[in-house]
């Protein structure tokens, strides 16, 4: 009756209805509540209901009813330290009724106290408020010595790999992982997404993942063994934590004690308006992957989490966000896919990658969905068509180049040199970091995580923080090439590709009949054609080309994985390697430009070291013509 009474003082608080499973959540939480609140001097009624005295509940204090733990005598020793996975918590293995258990604490730090709201307090209600859900550990219980609170779970078995999923200390993914992820790929990817529907569905945010965090059980079940540490404000647990435990600050009444990302729907605490993303706060960059080098290569933030501008409005972080992150993060969906021992099983896995990892959360599918559509799938095996990216691969245009093979499914970023890309929906459907420049972007590295004040929750841009473009999916356009700059403006390993069409081409792809066609060759040529040449060299394009420039921008062709001289070909593997459909190609001129032989002439004599550039790039084993 308490509990029950308590949820109805919390679901007040809470603006939306009610789901079955908010209100088993919510009594489970008040445990929670009760556990932290009857420890305190002075606790509220509201909480714990009647009020014992200080003398009763030292003597018999309040435990949950589902806990068999309640003292440190309860776990017998030896406790054998786990080295190395945790660094606020001492996590230790120990038995308990001939089965291993895992005991975990805070470091020895004599400094503050584990009170409600902090984060030992939020693991805590993670375990018990979600218990017996998919993914979660199971709370055997837990006592407060001193200051700080130990608490007991089921052993889960061994962490899936180790690194902090950055640039510097990318992801190792276990063998045990590996061989599950080969044999059982539908299981594996199914209890890999029900362990997230179990947390992100209830209002959780776990804005630091990374593999030590997660456990494969002999089993082959999933765990999430470092429970989230924010909330969605929007969310009924959220709320209910919140005015539970916040400590609400009036020059900043959207950042309530650390514990909620702003995603509510109305009040002080409004999406925020913005004129574009960059007036938008992000996630920590762990999980945002906003910065340069904050993650590793071939992870991406939604958008979202990076900040988005959409119609005025900064868009609001949700369980789909974490749907994003499954299909984005290199050591999650996408391994278990990749490694597939069956076709079918690996192009129906691939096939969902795609579906979450759509730009617009709208267009995501929810993890429920997920996890429905791989039952379906287990229970009548379909054959899956190909995607636009595995028909690509399996195109003469990557098959014959081992370079290209090579850097197809590593590749972290891509770069196109050369004018007339068509990009239109490709950015926002996959909710790509775009960039179009003559000049390339310089942003801030973060390879070492050294911007310490960049990695905290909900930032706040500052002027200095929105003038940096951050992490980069596609440069693509007129730009000067530098190879230097390239390695700061998107990560590495890139799939690069230069457009190098014969000087004619080049005028008759950008003649728009605006003039006449000598008058056209007057002011656009020969420097429309020299232009590509002097950014190929790495010089501004308004210069002139000497013997040197051209020297260089021969040997930069080097550089690139694909040369091709059709743009359409290019456009079609820009968006294969992202797994959408290019679109059609426009229709061909109704006119042609027909020139006069003198005004012809002058364009391609002045275009000699052009004609040299468009010959070296045929010689080379990396050059592509669609109609060969």
Request: glycine share 6%.
């Amino acid at each position: 009756m308490l509990a029950l009474a308590a949820v109805r003082v919390h679901a007040k608080l809470v603006e939306k209805t009610l789901t079955a499973r908010d209100q088993k959540i919510l009594v489970k939480a008040l445990f929670i509540d009760r556990w932290f609140e009857d420890r305190r001097q002075h606790p509220r009624r509201e909480i714990v209901g009647r009020v014992r005295s200080a003398a009763k509940r030292e003597k018999d204090p309040w435990i949950p009813p589902s806990w068999t733990v309640s003292k440190e005598e309860d776990v017998p020793g030896p406790w054998r330290e786990v080295p190395g996975n945790n660094h606020a918590k001492k996590v230790f293995r120990a038995t308990l009724h001939n089965k291993s258990v895992i005991v975990k604490r805070k470091h020895h730090d004599p400094r503050g106290h584990d009170l409600g709201g902090s984060t030992i307090y939020k693991e805590l209600l993670y375990l018990e408020a979600l218990r017996g859900e998919p993914g979660v550990p199971e709370l055997l219980g837990a006592w407060f010595e001193h200051t700080h609170a130990t608490y007991v779970v089921q052993d889960c078995g061994s962490m899936i790999g180790a690194g902090a999923g950055s640039a510097a200390d990318p992801t190792i993914l276990s063998e045990a992982f590996r061989r599950r992820a080969e044999t059982h790929p539908l299981q594996l990817a199914r209890s890999l997404l029900a362990c997230f529907q179990t947390w992100a569905s209830a209002g959780f945010v776990q804005d630091d993942f990374y593999a030590p965090q997660f456990t494969l059980s002999d089993g082959g079940a999933i765990f999430l063994v470092d429970g989230p540490d924010d909330f969605l404000l929007a969310s009924s647990l959220g709320n209910a934590v919140v005015h539970a435990w916040g400590t609400r600050n009036e020059s900043e009444p959207c950042y309530l004690n650390r514990m909620v990302l702003r995603d509510v729907a109305g009040g002080k605490c409004a999406p925020q308006a913005c004129d574009g993303d960059r007036d938008c706060p992000w996630t920590r960059e762990s999980h945002s992957c906003r910065g340069a080098g904050s993650c590793e290569p071939r992870s991406r933030g939604a958008p979202e989490a990076r900040g988005k501008c959409v119609k005025g409005t900064c868009m609001r972080l949700s369980e789909k966000t974490h749907v994003y992150d499954v299909a984005n993060r290199p050591w999650l969906l996408p391994f278990i896919a990749d490694h597939a021992s069956q076709g079918r099983d690996r192009h129906f896995l691939r096939s969902l990658v795609r579906r979450a990892g759509a730009g617009d959360p709208g267009m995501r599918p929810s993890f429920a969905e997920l996890v429905d559509a791989i039952d379906e799938f287990l229970r009548r095996p379909t054959n899956v068509e190909e995607s636009p990216k595995e028909r690509l691969y399996a195109s003469p245009l990557i098959q014959s180049n081992e370079r290209r093979k090579a850097a197809f499914w590593h590749y972290a970023s891509v770069v196109v040199m050369g004018e007339g890309m068509r990009v239109a929906n490709l950015c926002d459907d996959r909710g790509l970091a775009c960039y179009e420049s003559e000049e390339l972007p310089a942003p801030a590295d973060l390879t070492l995580l050294r911007h310490k004040d960049r990695h905290r929750r909900d930032h706040d841009p500052s002027e200095k923080d929105k003038r940096d473009p951050g992490a980069l999916d596609v440069v693509y356009g007129h730009f000067r090439f530098d190879e230097d700059l390239l390695k700061r403006a998107v990560p590495a390993p890139s799939f690069t590709i230069v457009v190098v069409a014969d000087a004619w081409a080049v005028v008759q792809r950008t003649y728009d009949r605006s003039l006449t066609p000598d008058a056209f060759l007057e002011r656009r040529f020969p420097r429309g054609v020299q232009a590509f040449v002097l950014s190929l060299a790495g010089r501004p394009q308004n210069g002139t080309i000497s013997n040197n420039d051209c020297d260089r921008a021969v040997r930069h062709l080097a550089s690139f994985s694909l040369v091709a001289e059709d743009t359409d070909a290019v456009t079609t593997v820009l968006y294969g390697l992202y797994d959408v459909e290019a679109p059609a190609a426009p229709p061909p001129p109704k006119t042609s430009l027909r020139a006069s032989a003198a005004a012809k002439a002058r364009v391609l004599d002045a275009s000699r070291c052009h004609a040299r550039v468009v010959a070296a790039a045929r010689a080379l084993p990396t050059f592509f013509s669609a109609g060969v």
